[in-house]
């Protein structure tokens, strides 16, 4: 039985992992962004000795089914590249197993009992609404793993969308490759080295903001559908929650991007899809790109 549930609780934490690291960076954010001055989610990448241009696209990796939306432009650029790259490479065979093992605590230890008792008893009352188990079961998940199980009931829906799926769709049936930009040993250890105490704030931080954090999803898909990634950023740059993660979550990460991106491109006209909300500001991976020599130009879509 204990196996049992064990299994299910990676199974929780695979599904919600992607989630947190677009959504939850995105909550995380406390620096406002340069602006960017316009508003799309699909970027054409030229220049730069490219003999053929690439694209990067900005996500949001869960979203209402009545929401999703994939417009025409969209579907041109991937059948005009040959390699699809996301954040992480989904396809690896190893994926699940890399997962389960990397969001567990080592050695399975259990961190309940470095939760203060008042604290300890409101993440078990939220883990038992929401997950039917406590932290005596749910302890053995590092602190980020909880968060995200947190932070995924913000959404309003049970059956999510992800456009990584559309897009490992897309690779599988054209039999091309699909490749990422990180390992899931280093996403799913990005807070290892962060103290305890700030680790386990977050999640309780999580679960006291939990309505707020709800209103604050739903303004981020509207924002989302826009295509604005300035304002998509600037709605969640006051968010108090996670602000000290904003650069080990967001923009440490981009800065690292940038030169398997030039990589990439140069070998290969790629697709890159990665979380909408490191696209803009001053150290976005558009302005990133546009530093390196590369132009970096907006795919404006007419109304579809």
Not at 38 to 59: D, Q, R, V
Not at 92 to 114: L, V
Not at 196 to 203: C, G, N, P, S
Not at 209 to 227: A, R
Request: proline share 3%; glycine share 4%.
């Amino acid at each position: 039985m204990k196996k049992l549930r064990i299994v299910a609780m990676r199974k929780v934490l695979i599904n919600t992992l992607l989630f947190a690291m677009s959504f939850g960076a995105g909550m995380f954010l406390a620096k406002a962004a340069k602006a960017q001055d316009t508003k799309s989610l699909l970027w054409k990448i030229e220049g730069n000795e490219l003999a053929k241009p690439s694209y990067l696209y900005g996500t949001i990796h869960a979203i209402c089914p009545e929401d999703f939306f994939l417009k025409e432009s969209v579907k041109e650029a991937l059948k005009n590249t040959d390699q699809i790259v996301l954040e992480l490479d989904m396809d690896d065979p190893q994926f699940m197993m890399k997962m389960q093992q990397n969001m567990m605590n080592p050695g399975m230890s259990n961190i309940s009992d470095q939760f203060s008792e008042e604290d300890r008893k409101l993440v078990n009352d939220f883990l038992i609404a929401n997950f039917g188990a406590n932290l005596d079961q749910l302890g053995i998940v590092k602190p980020f793993g909880l968060a995200a199980m947190v932070i995924q009931k913000t959404i309003s829906c049970d059956k999510p969308e992800s456009y990584e799926q559309v897009f490992i769709k897309n690779a599988a049936e054209r039999e091309i490759e699909l490749i990422g930009l990180e390992t899931i040993e280093f996403q799913a250890t990005l807070f290892d080295d962060e103290p305890m105490e700030d680790q386990i704030k977050m999640v309780v931080d999580g679960v006291k903001e939990f309505e707020d954090g709800k209103d604050e999803f739903k303004q981020l898909v509207e924002v989302y559908k826009t295509e604005d990634i300035v304002e998509l950023q600037q709605l969640l740059a006051d968010s108090p929650q996670f602000a000290s993660f904003a650069d080990l979550l967001v923009f440490d990460r981009n800065k690292n991007w940038i030169p398997k991106i030039t990589q990439i491109t140069r070998e290969t006209p790629s697709f890159i899809a990665v979380g909408a909300l490191h696209l803009a500001g001053e150290n976005g991976v558009i302005n990133l790109l546009k530093k390196e020599g590369y132009k970096v130009t907006a795919i404006i879509n007419q109304s579809e």
